[in-house]
């Protein structure tokens, strides 16, 4: 598969099936999260991967809607920046999780970016201090996602030519 059939063929999968994902690919997503860009090359974001099953459960529950996959997840990654000392961080974060997600798709794996800052856990705690006393993340920090990731139980259709939105690109001026 050549990189823009990947680009098609990636979509978010949320059913995993029950096996563990060999420690080589771990090692190659580990390796490819360390190789996204960040402003400035200042690399200042941290990783959290996770496999332990009753960790990933409590994950699972981070938000009020949307989170329920990491349950099933063979290996969930969450994906941590610091605001204090970057002012890059969510694009810095965002780039290191859809290069997860990429990553993963070559190496035979399904993958959904469940969002963690800004949203709600429940009324009163939100979804980032959730995730920070969970994993023992310092409260400074900040969290963007959670890229679960797992051996796809369910299918889904690749995007087709069809589906692009060329009306989305404007050339020379908008
Ligand atoms: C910034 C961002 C946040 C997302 N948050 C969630 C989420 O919390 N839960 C979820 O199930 N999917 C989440 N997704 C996945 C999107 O729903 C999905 O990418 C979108 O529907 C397009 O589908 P596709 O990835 O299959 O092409 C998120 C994706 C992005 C890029």
Request: a negative charge; proline letters at 3%.
């Amino acid at each position: 598969m050549n990189f823009q059939e990947l680009l098609f063929q990636r979509k978010s999968i949320r059913k995993y099936l029950d096996k563990p994902i060999e420690s080589e690919k771990i090692e190659a997503l580990k390796r490819a999260i360390l190789l996204s860009p960040t402003g400035k090359r200042k690399n200042h974001w941290d990783f959290i991967f996770v496999e332990n099953k009753a960790t990933l459960t409590s994950l699972a529950d981070s938000k009020l809607h949307g989170s329920k996959l990491i349950g099933n997840a063979a290996l969930a990654v969450a994906v941590i920046g610091d605001n204090d000392v970057s002012d890059t961080w969510i694009e810095d974060c965002s780039i290191a999780s859809i290069i997860l997600q990429l990553q993963a798709e070559d190496l035979g794996l399904g993958s959904c970016w469940v969002q963690i800052h800004k949203r709600p856990h429940s009324e009163e705690v939100m979804s980032e201090e959730y995730v920070r006393i969970l994993l023992d993340i310092p409260e400074t920090k900040n969290v963007l996602s959670i890229v679960a990731i797992g051996y796809p139980e369910e299918k889904r259709p690749a995007t087709k030519e069809t589906d692009l939105l060329w009306n989305k690109i404007h050339d020379e001026k908008f």
